[in-house]
C-alpha cells in the first residue's frame, strides 16, 4: 500500500502535467497531502481588469486549481459541482498570492473545501468554498 502523502503527490503532479491553465497561471504547489493543498503564484500585468486591478478571475482559478489539487489529492477523481468566493481586498500586478485549500468534509461523494488566497504580506484578498463530486474513479487504480 502506497503512502497517502506520496499518492497525494502524484496525483498533483500528474494533474498539473496536462493543466495548461494553471501552467500559464504560474501556479508553483508548495505543499499537498490529503485533502489540503497550498498553491503559490505571482501576478502579472496582463492580469489587469479595465479597473487596473487584478481580474477576479485570477483569485478565483488559484483557488479553483487548489481546490482541484486538495480534493483528487485523496487518489479518487473527484470534480467540482458548487463553488463561491468573496473577494475581500484588491489585488494588483507584483502581489504573489498564495492559496490553502482545506477540506471541511468528505464523504464517499461529496467533499467540502475552504481556501483563503493571500498576498505576500499575508492579508487575505479572497475566502473561497467548494463542492466536489468524488466519483469513485481510482487516479492510479492502486487505492
Known sequence: MQDPNELARRVVERMMQGDAFSQWLGIEVLMVVPGCCELRMAVRGEMDNGFHITHGGIAYSLA?????????????????????????????????????????????????????????????VALFKGTVYRTGKEWFGEG
Open 64 to 124: 479553483d486549481s487548489a481546490l482541484a489539487f486538495a480534493s483528487n489529492a485523496h487518489g479518487i477523481h473527484a470534480v467540482s459541482i458548487d463553488t463561491s468566493i468573496s473577494h475581500v481586498k484588491p489585488v494588483k500586478a507584483g502581489d504573489v498570492l498564495t492559496a490553502r485549500a482545506e477540506e471541511s468534509s468528505r464523504s464517499n461523494r461529496i467533499g467540502i473545501y475552504h481556501v483563503r488566497v493571500a498576498n505576500q504580506e499575508g492579508t487575505v
